[in-house]
């Protein structure tokens, strides 16, 4: 039985490293690879992809790996070959620390994981490349140019791409950012492998794309290859899965990815004329929290279609906040937009407020999805009761006090009941928030709190990348408005 | 186990290496090592794949096991 002097020798051979990833590491690989993605290097754009926040480039993450392995064990044998799971995101700022798995004469295993949440996988086999360059490698085409906004082409489209592309990391850069990796690997390998990102992020599937699997196989024959070569091998489309082959720059293999579903529209200020009747809100003033995007936005959309007046609050998405603004204006609507933070004193931000509102919509959210590796982290429960509790709380009490009457809407969630794998913490700050409602209503006559529990719907929090089954959210809200909006009698 | 239910075992053990044949067949997907919606959908795509079956993600929750899936996969020879 192992003692305490072998645990400790273990733990050092399997911690390789550990990094924290910052925004001037992304934006430095995103340069240098051409994975100019915004889900990687675009903060506002990311909050609204599966995501939520940006996301470090797994191929910046794999690269790494492979450097801080070369790093630490000086005499590997020869690559022949590797493939690699990109199972859950890696977010700037998180602790990443990568493990030796396991490490044989002939094969190699590393993990990363974030809190022992292990987030990607690579499996090493170490030995003599025996693959020969692809026949369906068209050498004659001229490499592609990297492009500096990714294209978004359709599934269809998608089917029948292939083509070469030009490397873009340099040769010096290959050999300075991942120096102990390019003296294993060859720098070649080093960029062909950066350029598999740019390939994925910026060209196929490209905007809407999310990295998910990469097969290599060394193979000398490409090595003179100056370009990656791509052909589309086979899609999914009822999956939103792409295979491509690749192969240039000493590697040849497969890359797996999805095609994430964009971003959810909301209704249209045009589609929406038909369903409220033009006077229906007229006279209330709704200040709608989280109003510049998903159910915020259609609230907003809905109130302001039947002639109430809206204040959409946006905490930092303000050009999301002025399009609905625009929107509602040009339809002829009442708009204004105001910066708000959930999580501070809302007396202070509600201060300059034009118009008391008679009514108010409570939106706010962190993000909900985010991998962990236990049932319950303290830490999280506080980030939900923060703002589906106490900002709740904050945001009642302060609009009470201008207006006694006020009816509020507070949106719970089925998960409450139903308890999805994975949302503990939100659901327990969700049945919290419901109980606090509960008690206002017995408590602070007249005022009114609604509280519902909403079923899945399309926003950017829910987003998955497959196709999933979403509630009508217009059949869903309006029904809550019109209650809502009906108080005071 | 006949062929196809070495084949289909196959599968299982592509998408989540590192698990027995015993895990596999005494899981619920969900409890499986590993398991994520972006790994069940790489089920999906390999079953696809081996069998040339098409189901989508809902079908495979609903039927939840190795087990169940190898009798479908029976009644359907």
């Known amino acids: ?489 | 186990m006949n062929n196809d239910d070495d084949r289909l075992m196959n599968c299982f053990l592509t998408i989540f290496p590192g698990t027995t044949r015993d895990e596999i067949k005494g899981s619920k997907f969900e409890d499986l090592p590993g398991w994520d919606s972006l790994r069940g959908v790489t089920l999906l795509a390999v079953l696809d794949d081996e069998f040339g079956v098409q189901m989508d993600m809902d079908e495979l929750l609903e039927l939840g096991t190795f087990d169940a899936i190898e009798r479908q996969f029976a009644r359907a020879r």
């Open chain 1, 1 to 489: 039985m192992p003692g305490p002097a072998d645990a400790v020798e273990e733990k050092e051979l399997t911690r390789l490293a550990q990094r924290i990833f910052g925004p001037a590491d992304q934006r430095q690989f995103a340069s240098v690879s051409g994975d100019q993605n915004p889900i990687h290097v675009d903060a506002l754009s990311a909050r609204r992809t599966q995501g939520g926040a940006p996301v470090v480039h797994g191929i910046n993450l794999l690269l790494w790996s492979f450097d801080s392995l070369a790093s630490a064990l000086l005499d590997l044998p020869p690559l022949r070959s590797f493939s690699a799971k990109f199972s859950r995101f890696v977010y700037l700022g998180e602790q990443v620390e990568l493990r030796l798995v396991q490490q044989e004469p002939h094969c190699s295993r590393l993990s990363f994981s974030v809190d022992n949440d292990i987030r990607s996988e690579i499996a090493i086999e170490f030995g003599d490349p025996e693959r020969h360059l692809p026949p369906w490698v068209d050498r004659s085409l001229a490499p592609q140019s990297p492009a500096s906004a990714a294209l978004d082409p359709s599934l269809e489209q998608i089917a029948e791409r292939g083509g070469n592309l030009a490397f873009c990391m340099t040769t010096e850069q290959a050999a300075t950012l991942f120096p102990s990796a390019a003296r294993w690997l060859g720098v070649r390998r080093i960029m062909s492998l950066a350029a598999s990102s740019y390939l994925v992020g910026m060209v196929c599937p490209g905007l809407h794309s999310l990295y998910s699997e990469l097969s290599i196989e060394t193979c000398p024959d490409s090595d003179a290859l100056d370009f990656l070569a791509y052909r589309v091998s086979k899609t999914y489309p009822r999956l939103r899965l792409v295979k491509q082959e690749i192969a240039g720059g000493g590697i040849t293999g497969t890359v797996t990815c999805f095609v994430r579903t964009p971003p959810a529209q909301q209704a249209t200020m045009e589609s929406l004329a038909g369903l409220v009747d033009p006077a229906e809100f007229t006279g209330s003033v709704a200040l709608i929290v989280g109003g510049s995007r998903g159910l915020g936005e259609l609230t907003a959309k809905l109130i302001a279609t039947g002639g109430g007046r809206v204040l959409i609050t946006w905490q930092s998405g303000s050009e999301d906040a002025e399009r609905v603004a625009r929107e509602i204006r040009s339809a002829g609507g009442a708009c204004a937009t105001l910066a708000y933070d959930a999580q501070k004193p809302a007396e202070e931000q509600l201060a300059g407020l034009a118009h008391v509102p008679t009514h108010a919509y409570y939106f706010a959210t962190p993000p909900i999805f985010r991998s962990q590796a236990e049932l319950f982290s303290r830490e999280r429960l506080k980030e939900f009761l923060a703002i589906y509790v106490e900002g709740f709380w904050q945001l009642s009490q302060a609009l009470r006090a201008r207006c006694p009457e006020l009816s509020m809407f507070y949106p719970s969630s089925v998960a409450v009941a139903e308890r999805p794998r994975g949302m503990t913490e939100y659901s327990m700050a969700k049945a919290a928030g419901e109980i606090l409602c509960a008690d206002m209503n017995v408590s602070l006559a007249p005022m009114r709190v609604i509280a519902v529990r909403l079923p899945r719907l399309p926003t950017d929090q829910t987003a998955s990348v497959t196709a999933a089954k979403f509630a009508d959210p217009v059949d869903t809200m309006l029904p809550i408005v019109r209650e809502v909006q009906s108080w005071p009698r």
